[in-house]
């Protein structure tokens, strides 16, 4: 009777280490699988961080390319008009500019 008792209690523990065996590799895989799907998610995240802080410095970039533009723009206008103005002066502001630069490139 013993014998038999020490044999069931020794088939149940080796049931029981295989249930635990069996437990222990289905935590695993359901932890390996929730760092994938928690790291999948946080690459998502930065990539829609990453996206939305390109597209505002893209708009900030477009912004700024914008009023240079205009800036320039307003500055050829006020040459222009200015030349415009003084043809003859404007002549000779030039022709003096280039006689400066041309001695500065002489050095």
Known sequence: MEKQTAKDDYGRVINDLQLLRE???SLTK???????????????????EAHAVFDNLRKRGD?????????GSQTVENVEHKIE?????????MFLAG?????????
């Open 85 to 93: 103005e003084r043809p003859f002066l404007s002549i000779i502001l």
């Open 30 to 48: 359901a932890v390996a699988e929730g760092q994938r799907s928690s790291a999948n998610n946080l690459k998502d995240e930065i990539n829609r």
């Open 63 to 71: 912004a700024a390319l914008t009023r240079a533009t205009e800036a």
């Open 99 to 107: 006689i400066i630069v041309g001695k500065m490139l002489d050095r």
């Open 23 to 25: 437990d222990l590799a």
